[in-house]
């Protein structure tokens, strides 16, 4: 491992120092739907293949792999827009046409959709490149996901795309086991690729013949980089557990080409740039009660099981508790409840950004189907400009077979 990562490491401090100006992007990362459902990603409650995006230490217990994965994912005020269908289609139509007059009464009738004047809509599709091996403290995977995020203020559009392909190594030690107590620290390697747009516009320019041939010539950066987390993770009885990640450690990238000079974009005269992720620090605690431990229970119920965690993300904001540029921190206080019945049905709920989210996931043997409903908050205050995301994915996780590797055995036992 030391052959990977201090070469990696290396590599990663050159590049930096070779760019002055450096640009701020969003983390890498592969939420799960069973995930959002719960509130969020929980640092002390994660096993299996999501392991490699929120805690690398949890990769010591998991045993798992993903043949494929594909979620989709929406945001904004869907029941806004669903009793507004009508005037969608028509907006869409009047565009197609091209009718001047048309147009201007379909963006008037947008802007008495929008509520408070304000639209925030995007999406989120994970997959179809998706798949995973973990085993005892190894997990590499390959993972494909495009977002969307469009902000419409009045006339103004700002909307984000990106597509993310990422190829996280990670590794797990077993640093204590005792009867009852068990400490893993764990790490990964992220080498990935981006393809960002980023564009501002005026739905007037939509009207303009020549503004509207010139939409798509717009810069396409792809950014080459890579960057790392490390995790920590503590297990009393199995069941209380305590959990620590320091997320993107240092995650940077540059731009490798342009797929906007493909399309006819004009080059850039701004200097190249520094791609950077900002740091994270996440910390959580989770609980599982299981009945069939303290009792004997029915062969039904035996994996009867209720899981609570609390967590809080972003440590690091508490520090710029007083700059307004940053969110307020109790955005990061989240919790989760799960409620496990048959080995195969769960119930989730949770709080994130000081909004509810629920789930339901049905996940018989290898298929997994899970959808959830989840408030977010894209303001930096709470309930500023909260919003609602839907999420359901259908995946394929079969079970790996246990490994005994060296780096896995307990250095103290």
């Not at 096993?47 to 998991?62: H, T």
């Not at 940053?326 to 769960?346: A, M, Q, T, V």
Request: hydrophobic share 45%; with cysteine.
């Amino acid at each position: 491992m030391k052959k990977i990562v201090i070469p990696f490491v290396a590599l990663l401090c050159l590049v930096s120092a070779l760019f002055a100006e450096e640009v701020t992007i969003a983390p890498l990362g592969y939420p799960s739907t069973a995930g959002n459902g719960l509130g969020g990603p929980h640092a002390a409650y994660t096993d299996g293949i999501y392991s490699l995006f929120v805690n690398p230490a949890a990769l010591q217990w998991a045993n798992e792999s993903m043949i494929t994965d594909l979620t989709f994912g929406v945001v904004g005020p869907i029941g806004k827009l669903l009793e507004n269908m009508d005037s969608i289609a028509g907006i869409g139509e009047s565009f197609s046409d091209g009718n001047t007059s048309a147009m201007s009464d379909a963006l008037t009738k947008l802007t008495e959709i929008m509520p408070n004047g304000k639209l925030p809509i995007g999406a989120d599709i994970r997959g179809p490149i998706s798949f995973g091996y973990t085993a005892n403290g190894l997990g590499i995977g390959l993972f494909s996901r495009t977002t969307v995020d469009a902000r419409i203020i009045g006339l103004n559009i700002d909307a984000t795309a990106y597509t993310d392909l990422t190829l996280p190594i990670g590794l797990s030690f077993n640093l204590l086991k005792l009867k009852d107590h068990e400490l893993s620290a764990g790490l990964v390697l992220k080498p990935f690729a981006r393809v960002l747009i980023n564009k501002e516009l005026s739905a007037l320019d939509l009207m303009d013949e020549e503004k509207k041939d010139n939409l798509l010539k717009i810069p396409m950066p792809v950014i080459a980089g890579g960057g790392g987390d490390l995790g920590l993770m503590y297990r009393f009885k199995k069941d209380l557990v305590l959990g620590f990640a320091a997320k993107d450690v240092y995650t940077a990238g540059i731009k490798v080409y342009d797929l906007g000079s493909l399309l006819g974009a004009e080059k850039e005269e701004s200097p190249d740039a520094l791609y950077r992720v900002p740091l994270a620090l996440n910390a959580g605690l989770a609980y599982t009660f299981r009945p069939s431990s303290f009792w004997k229970t029915p062969k039904a119920f035996q994996s009867f099981y209720v899981a609570l965690m609390a967590d809080w993300a972003n440590l690091q904001n508490v520090f710029s508790w007083d700059d307004r540029q940053h969110r307020n921190p109790l955005l990061d206080i989240g919790g989760g409840l799960e409620i496990g019945l048959f080995s195969f049905l769960k119930f989730r709920a949770g709080v994130h950004e000081l909004l509810p989210s629920v789930g339901i996931g049905l996940e018989p043997a290898v298929f997994k189907l899970n959808l959830a409903l989840y408030g977010k908050e894209l303001g930096n205050e709470p309930g500023v400009n909260s919003t609602l995301g839907v999420d359901f994915s259908i995946s394929f996780r079969p079970d790996t077979k246990k490994k005994t590797w060296f780096w896995s055995k307990p250095l103290i036992k």
